[in-house]
């Protein structure tokens, strides 16, 4: 099991959902009612990204740690910016991504590092990029952003 603080200085908002389905809800900077319109809207993105077939639970890959290696090798389809690693995780690499440990949204830089990795540029600071398996064991772990450009 690993513990982690939760710093609600940092954060107007934080969820929690246990895997039993479990919710608790916390906001010690914002109203209760922006906080229901702000997961409203959250609902709204999810399902209208989500695909036009029912949803099949079992086929849902298991969450992989963030700390955990990509493995060796891995395979760009750069037509579809799609990213397989090397223990066979898809990435979409169109779209921008969220690191729990820094502010602000990554996105694919169109770059692999020496070891064929993407390459990863903060969003309005192009210069600060990291490959994706360093964003992930240092500022991880990451998630697609919700909201922002698909």
Known sequence: MRIRFIDYDEHALVLTVTRGGGVTITNP?????????????????????HPPYPCNPAAVPEQ????????????????????????????????????????GEWEWSGRLDDRGTPVMSAVGSPEV?????VLRA????????VGGRS
């Open 29 to 49: 900077r914002m109203c209760d009612s922006a906080a229901a319109a702000m997961l409203r809207d959250i609902a709204d993105q999810l399902d209208a990204g």
């Open 138 to 145: 240092l500022y991880g772990p990451i998630s697609p952003s």
């Open 129 to 133: 990029r990291e490959s994706l398996d």
């Open 64 to 103: 992989h740690s963030h700390a955990e290696p990509l493995g060796q090798g891995g395979a760009l389809d750069a037509d579809r910016r799609v990213w397989t690693d090397g223990t066979g995780h898809v990435w979409d690499l169109s779209g921008r991504w969220t690191a729990a440990e820094t502010p």
